[in-house]
C-alpha cells in the first residue's frame, strides 16, 4: 500500500469554512484538492492502492486527518473534491475516527502521530525535501508513504522530532507545486511496480 500525506498549515477545519467556495479563502484548499487529484485519480479510474491523507492545521478547530481510500462504492469525480472535503468536515465528531463515506474517515490528529502510527506498522515514510536523496536512487519498499507539504512548510517542532525516523527524498534540483510532486512520485513507484 502506498500512502500519500499532504500537510497544510492553513487549510481549514470545518465544512462551514468551505462554505462560500472560495478555496483560496480556505488555507490554499486548491493545492490540497490539485494533489489528490493527482494522488488517486487515472485517465479512465482510479487508483485503488494509495491511501491519501490530508493533515489540516488550519482554523477553526485544528488538527484535522482526513484519511481517503478510493473503493468501487465511492461516488467520485475530479470536480467534486473540494465538497467531498467539505461534507467529510461537516461529519466530525469529537473524540473518534469517523467513516463519513466509504473509505472516507476524519479524526482529530496531529501531523506526528499520524506518521508516528504508520511507523509502527513498518510503513516506510519519507518527507520530501530538495537536499534529500534522489527518488530515482532510493531503495523503496511496498509498504511506504510520501509526506508531503503546502506551500508553508511543516511545524518545526514535530518535523524536528520525525526527521530522526523519515528518509529525506527529492524529485530534482527544482522546486514543484505539491500536486506534480504527487505525480512524480506516482509515476516512479508505477515504473518500479511498488
Same mark, same amino acid.
Given at each position: 500500500? &502506498?500512502h500519500i500525506?499532504?500537510f497544510?498549515?492553513?487549510?481549514?477545519?470545518?465544512?462551514?469554512a468551505?462554505?462560500?467556495g472560495?478555496?483560496?479563502?480556505?488555507?490554499?484548499?486548491?493545492?490540497?484538492i490539485?494533489?489528490?487529484?493527482q494522488?488517486?485519480?487515472? *485517465?479512465h479510474?482510479?487508483?485503488?492502492?494509495?491511501?491519501?491523507?490530508?493533515?489540516f492545521?488550519?482554523m477553526?478547530?485544528?488538527?484535522?486527518?482526513?484519511?481517503?481510500?478510493?473503493t @468501487?462504492?465511492?461516488?467520485?469525480?475530479k470536480k467534486?473534491?473540494?465538497?467531498l472535503?467539505k &461534507?467529510?468536515?461537516?461529519?466530525?465528531?469529537?473524540?473518534?475516527k469517523?467513516?463519513v463515506l466509504?473509505?472516507?474517515?476524519?479524526?482529530k490528529? *496531529?501531523?506526528?502521530?499520524?506518521?508516528e502510527?504508520l511507523l509502527?506498522?513498518?510503513?516506510?515514510?519519507?518527507?520530501l525535501?530538495k537536499?534529500?536523496e534522489?527518488?530515482?536512487?532510493?531503495?523503496?519498499?511496498?509498504?511506504?508513504?510520501?509526506?508531503?507539504g503546502?506551500h508553508?512548510?511543516?511545524? &518545526?517542532?514535530e518535523?524536528?522530532?520525525?526527521?530522526k *525516523?523519515?528518509? @529525506?527524498i527529492?524529485?530534482?534540483?527544482?522546486?514543484?507545486f505539491?500536486?506534480?510532486?504527487?505525480?512524480v512520485?506516482?509515476?516512479?513507484?508505477?515504473?518500479?511496480?511498488?
Amino acid at each position: 500500500m &502506498r500512502h500519500i500525506i499532504y500537510f497544510s498549515n492553513s487549510a481549514v477545519t470545518s465544512g462551514k469554512a468551505l462554505s462560500d467556495g472560495n478555496l483560496m479563502k480556505a488555507g490554499r484548499m486548491d493545492i490540497a484538492i490539485h494533489s489528490f487529484i493527482q494522488g488517486v485519480f487515472l *485517465s479512465h479510474g482510479f487508483r485503488e492502492d494509495v491511501n491519501f491523507h490530508f493533515i489540516f492545521y488550519g482554523m477553526p478547530d485544528p488538527p484535522k486527518h482526513i484519511e481517503i481510500r478510493v473503493t @468501487p462504492e465511492l461516488e467520485i469525480s475530479k470536480k467534486d473534491v473540494g465538497n467531498l472535503i467539505k &461534507r467529510i468536515l461537516y461529519k466530525y465528531k469529537a473524540g473518534e475516527k469517523t467513516e463519513v463515506l466509504p473509505g472516507c474517515f476524519i479524526e482529530k490528529k *496531529s501531523f506526528l502521530h499520524v506518521i508516528e502510527e504508520l511507523l509502527d506498522k513498518d510503513v516506510e515514510c519519507f518527507i520530501l525535501e530538495k537536499g534529500g536523496e534522489s527518488l530515482r536512487e532510493a531503495k523503496i519498499q511496498k509498504e511506504c508513504a510520501f509526506i508531503i507539504g503546502d506551500h508553508e512548510g511543516f511545524p &518545526r517542532k514535530e518535523l524536528k522530532r520525525l526527521k530522526k *525516523s523519515l528518509t @529525506p527524498i527529492s524529485i530534482g534540483p527544482k522546486m514543484y507545486f505539491a500536486s506534480q510532486v504527487v505525480a512524480v512520485v506516482n509515476n516512479e513507484l508505477d515504473n518500479r511496480g511498488i
